[in-house]
């Protein structure tokens, strides 16, 4: 059997070289990259997420940690599309106009991806227009937004009213996260979700598909 042991130290550690050469030797010994994803990759981020809060990690360790995990992550990509895990749905996601935080988008739109959804990843500084462009374009069935400041959760507001204008709101599901949102200010904006964080946005996710 596969342990991830190795693999989520490297990532905590913020080792580039580790993170590759772990992910490559689980590949070697059969490892599903779905399980790579979620068991290592993901993993070591959990933990880093939870020192980083309890002030045993600081900033650029966490930014250090975040990096390396994206370059596992660009290895086995390639098999995640190719072993047919795609087919759940399709998924926009971006951090709102004036906000540059994108860690916790980048984990939610990783673990949708490794769970089968397609993720179409906006970046951040995302116009309320640009939202609104993208959707005219891939026909997504989620919309996700991410806002860190209290000063940008506004656009997410602003991209709903743009999308109804344009009469668009009804075809998609809108569901929004970053620290400063909630469940209330979700409804008051009129999205259909709000998740606290990645493991819970992926089953909020499946859950406004199913119904
Ligand atoms: C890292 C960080 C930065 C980095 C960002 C790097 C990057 N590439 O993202 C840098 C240094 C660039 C930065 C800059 C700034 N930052 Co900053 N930053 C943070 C910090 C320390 C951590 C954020 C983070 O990554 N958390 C870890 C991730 C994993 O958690 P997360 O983002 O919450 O994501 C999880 C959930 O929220 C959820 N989620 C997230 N998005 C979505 C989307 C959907 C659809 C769903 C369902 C779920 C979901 O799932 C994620 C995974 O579990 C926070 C402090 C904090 N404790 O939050 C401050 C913080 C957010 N920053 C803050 C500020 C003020 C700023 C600056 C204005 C500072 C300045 N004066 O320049 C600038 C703003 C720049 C800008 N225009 O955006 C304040 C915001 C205060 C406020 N109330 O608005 C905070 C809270 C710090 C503080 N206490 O003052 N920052």
């Known amino acids: 059997m596969v342990?991830?042991?190795?693999?989520?130290?490297?990532?905590?550690?913020?080792?580039?070289?580790?993170?590759?050469?772990?992910?490559?030797?689980?590949?070697?010994?059969g490892a599903d990259a779905q399980d790579i994803l979620k068991n290592g990759l993901i993993a070591?981020?959990?933990?880093?997420?939870?020192?980083?809060?309890?002030?045993?990690?600081f900033l650029p360790?966490?930014?250090?940690?975040?990096?390396?995990?994206?370059?596992?992550?660009?290895?086995i990509n390639p098999l995640l599309a190719k072993t047919g895990h795609k087919g759940q749905g399709k998924v926009i996601m971006g951090t709102v106009e004036g906000d540059i935080h994108d860690i916790g988008k980048r984990i939610v739109s990783f673990l949708l991806?490794?769970?089968?959804?397609?993720?179409?990843?906006?970046?951040?500084?995302?116009?309320?227009?640009?939202?609104?462009?993208?959707?005219?374009?891939h026909n997504p069935d989620v919309l996700g937004m991410s806002a860190l400041l209290t000063t940008t959760m506004p656009n997410m507001g602003k991209t709903?009213?743009?999308?109804?204008?344009k009469g668009l709101r009804k075809k998609l599901k809108?569901?929004?996260?970053?620290?400063p949102t909630s469940d209330a200010f979700a409804k008051s904006?009129?999205?259909?979700?709000?998740?606290?964080?990645?493991?819970?946005?992926?089953?909020l996710v499946k859950k406004l598909l199913a119904s």
């Open 61 to 75: 360790e966490v930014l250090l940690s975040a990096e390396v995990m994206h370059k596992g992550l660009d290895i």
């Open 160 to 165: 709903i009213e743009l999308l109804k204008e």
């Open 189 to 203: 904006i009129g999205a259909d979700g709000y998740a606290p964080e990645a493991g819970s946005a992926v089953e």
């Open 3 to 29: 342990t991830y042991d190795a693999l989520r130290q490297a990532v905590i550690g913020g080792d580039e070289k580790e993170v590759e050469a772990q992910v490559n030797k689980a590949l070697s010994e």
């Open 174 to 179: 809108v569901i929004i996260g970053g620290a």
């Open 113 to 137: 991806e490794g769970t089968g959804f397609e993720v179409v990843d906006l970046g951040v500084d995302v116009k309320a227009d640009a939202f609104v462009e993208a959707v005219e374009k």
């Open 44 to 57: 070591g981020m959990e933990v880093v997420g939870q020192r980083f809060r309890a002030g045993e990690m």
